[in-house]
């Protein structure tokens, strides 16, 4: 399975209108597998409604499948 991985940069963002340009503004990586997912992001992401979602360090990491 494929899944699309945003990569949102967390360490600016301050309020709402921040938060969106960061993830407008955010990397997208498509990755084969949760394996996949799993070193991209350097950890475990967990089970949303959507996909796959979590925060490592000031990153927070949307996975998606596609």
Do not use: P, W
């Not at 899944?3 to 921040?18: G, P």
């Not at 990755?31 to 949303?48: D, Q």
């Amino acid at each position: 399975m494929q899944y699309m991985v945003k990569k949102v940069d967390m360490s600016n963002v301050k309020n709402v209108d921040d938060y969106i340009k960061a993830s407008n503004n955010a990397t997208i990586k498509y990755c084969n597998g949760l394996n996949e997912v799993t070193e991209y992001c350097g950890g475990k992401l967990h089970r949303c409604r959507n996909g796959y979602a979590g925060f490592i360090g000031d990153i927070e990491y949307v996975a998606v499948k596609v």
